[in-house]
Structures are given as C-alpha cells and as structure tokens.
C-alpha cells in the first residue's frame, strides 16, 4: 500500500486547512485510515481515524474542529481542519492499516506541514 499525502502549508490562528491522502496497491487489505500528527521531541499522536463502513474517531484536541472523511472511488481519506490553534502545528501524516492503527505497523504517507501562526 502506498499513501501519498497533500495539502497543508501555513494559516494564521482561527484559520482553516485541508488535507487529503490518497492510497494505491493493495487497497482491499486495509480497512481503517487516519492521520497522525509529530512535534520534534515527541511521539506521534493518532488525530483522527475512520473506518471502512466511515465510523469516525477523534482526539480530544481536535474534537469539534478536525473531521476525517473518505472518498472510497478515489481511495482518498481527508482531513478538514478549522479554527486552527498554534498547537496544531506539527507535520502530519497520514497512515493505513489492514485491523487497527499502530505505529509500529501502519502504512503511511510522507509528513507534511501544517504551520499555525498566533
């Protein structure tokens, strides 16, 4: 499975941005997508997830601002991100999996930067 992230870039506090993630190869194993995001220094945080019937989870961070979506014909997963906060900012990525998200066993994309200025 490959992933090929884009979107991202800088916005001021309050601003919005969109990520997207498209997926190619051996798509029917996976059953459940997400974005991460990583901070220098700390470990990577699962933001949100969605599953293949599109059951949604989120972080508590981003509850109520970030929504995860899928376009199953294009085997794309996006990330809407609104009223962004300066910690927001981190690169994200995005990750895929054949049963659960794990770090040490996803499939991910390149990271990009998401820059959120106060």
């Known amino acids: 499975v490959q992933l090929q992230a884009s979107g991202g870039g800088s916005v001021q506090a309050g601003g919005s941005l969109s990520l997207s993630c498209a997926a190619s190869?051996?798509?029917?194993?996976?059953?459940?997508l997400g974005w991460y995001r990583q901070t220098p220094g700390k470990q990577r945080e699962l933001v949100a997830s969605?599953?293949?019937?599109?059951?949604?989870k989120y972080a508590d961070s981003v509850k109520g601002r970030f929504t995860i979506s899928r376009d199953n014909a294009k085997n794309t997963v996006y990330l809407l991100m609104n009223s962004l906060k300066p910690e927001d900012t981190a690169v994200y990525y995005c990750a895929a999996a054949r049963w659960g998200l794990k770090p040490e066993s996803n499939y991910w994309g390149q990271g990009t930067q998401v820059t959120v200025s106060s």
């Open positions: 190869g051996m798509i029917f194993s996976i059953s459940i």
């Open positions: 969605i599953t293949s019937s599109s059951s949604t």
